[in-house]
């Protein structure tokens, strides 16, 4: 039981590269030495494709047409950006490297290897793994969800820090959430100089908005209880017991 929860404490690299794909609005192409910025121009299939939406003029379709065809020439860069106000806002980068075919006059990637750098570094994602995850169910809500939590109830979360490690919160200035998913909530705390993330896992996952808000419920239950004395004192341990 104790394996299952750690396992569910967050989302998987591949699902969180799906995620990333979803909610990016930008990405960074480079193929055979053409790089382009490109801004709302791809979306994603079920199986992981990204299709970029280029004009007939774009140097990424000469370069994609002349391209040894199968072979890995191309990458595509994404950046998952913290929607909530904060200091360094990139939460993850994801890289895909592989090749271009031209499909119904748009640029489909079909990728060879996914790389995601989380804070804790680089992980290779399987490509078979990665064209089978999914994205979080939470992914395309999760900027609504943040902003309204950050503007609407700092109360919440300032409580929610009753459930950090206390020394986890020795010279801090601010806090704020920097990630949600069916697995948890994620705060960003900042001191003058420096900042962390603190993980604050859902008992059970949540596959949707709804149950979202059952989740946030149960943890700031959790939250009220930890200030209470009584509270805590009915969780030791009976010593004449």
């Not at 994205?135 to 969800?145: G, K, S, Y």
């Amino acid at each position: 039981m104790g394996d299952s929860q750690a396992r569910t404490a967050a989302p998987a690299a591949a699902e969180q590269a799906r995620s990333v794909l979803v909610t990016a609005w930008s990405c960074a192409v480079t193929a055979e030495g053409v790089r382009e910025d490109l801004v709302g121009a791809h979306t994603v299939t079920e199986d992981g494709r990204v299709l970029l939406h280029v004009p007939d003029d774009s140097a990424l379709l000469a370069a994609a047409l002349c391209a040894p065809r199968g072979e890995p020439s191309a990458v595509l860069e994404f950046a998952d950006v913290a929607p909530v106000p904060m200091r360094d806002r990139i939460r993850v980068r994801l890289w895909l490297a592989g090749w271009f075919t031209v499909e119904e006059g748009h640029l489909a990637l079909h990728a060879t290897r996914v790389v995601l750098r989380r804070p804790s570094g680089a992980v290779v994602i399987d490509p078979d793994q990665f064209a089978a995850a999914a994205p979080d169910p939470l992914a395309t809500a999760e900027a609504r969800l943040l902003t309204h939590l950050a503007e609407a109830h700092p109360d919440a979360v300032e409580r929610l820090t009753r459930l950090v490690e206390p020394g986890s919160l020795y010279g801090v200035v601010r806090v704020r959430p920097l990630a949600v998913d069916r697995h948890g909530l994620t705060l960003r705390v900042e001191r003058r100089r420096a900042h962390g993330d603190v993980r604050l896992p859902f008992h059970t996952p949540a596959d949707g908005v709804a149950q979202l808000t059952e989740r946030m419920h149960a943890l700031l239950a959790q939250a009220n209880a930890a200030a209470c004395p009584r509270a805590r004192q009915r969780q030791r341990p009976d010593r004449d017991g």
